[in-house]
Nanobody, 117 residues
Framework: QVQLVESGGGLVPPGGSLRLSCAAS????????MAWYRQAPGKQRELVAS?????????GDSVKGRFTISRDNTWTSVTAYLQMNGLKFEDTAVYYC?????????WGQGTQVTVSS
């Protein structure tokens, strides 16, 4: 069974940093695009950042210059990271890991990030 396991969420003050991790078991994920989405209460889910199997990245406008996505491919698994710096109140949301290739799409269970003083 395919699983995306997220970790690293929590409570952080404005201006602080967090690092999210998403572990995907299975070598097939080396070819998958990995991404992070987020959903705040009352809002639609939005793309935060994505990274292809070849390492090309893309970011949502609201996080450019503050967040960095990366990935670590091994023979048996892939881990995607989201380094979040300069966090703002409006970054508060549930963050979801996402993996896709062609018609195959997988979602993680979500991890809460709360920015509060």
């Amino acid at each position: 069974q395919v699983q995306l396991v997220e970790s690293g969420g929590g409570l952080v003050p404005p201006g602080g940093s967090l690092r999210l991790s998403c572990a995907a078991s299975g070598s097939i994920f080396r070819m998958y695009t990995m991404a992070w989405y987020r959903q705040a209460p009352g809002k639609q889910r939005e793309l935060v950042a994505s990274i292809t199997g070849g390492g090309s990245t893309d970011y949502g406008d609201s996080v450019k210059g503050r967040f960095t996505i990366s990935r670590d491919n091994t023979w048996t698994s892939v881990t995607a990271y989201l380094q979040m710096n300069g966090l703002k109140f409006e970054d508060t949301a549930v963050y979801y890991c996402y993996a896709s290739r062609a018609t195959n799409v997988y979602w993680g269970q979500g991890t809460q990030v709360t920015v509060s003083s």
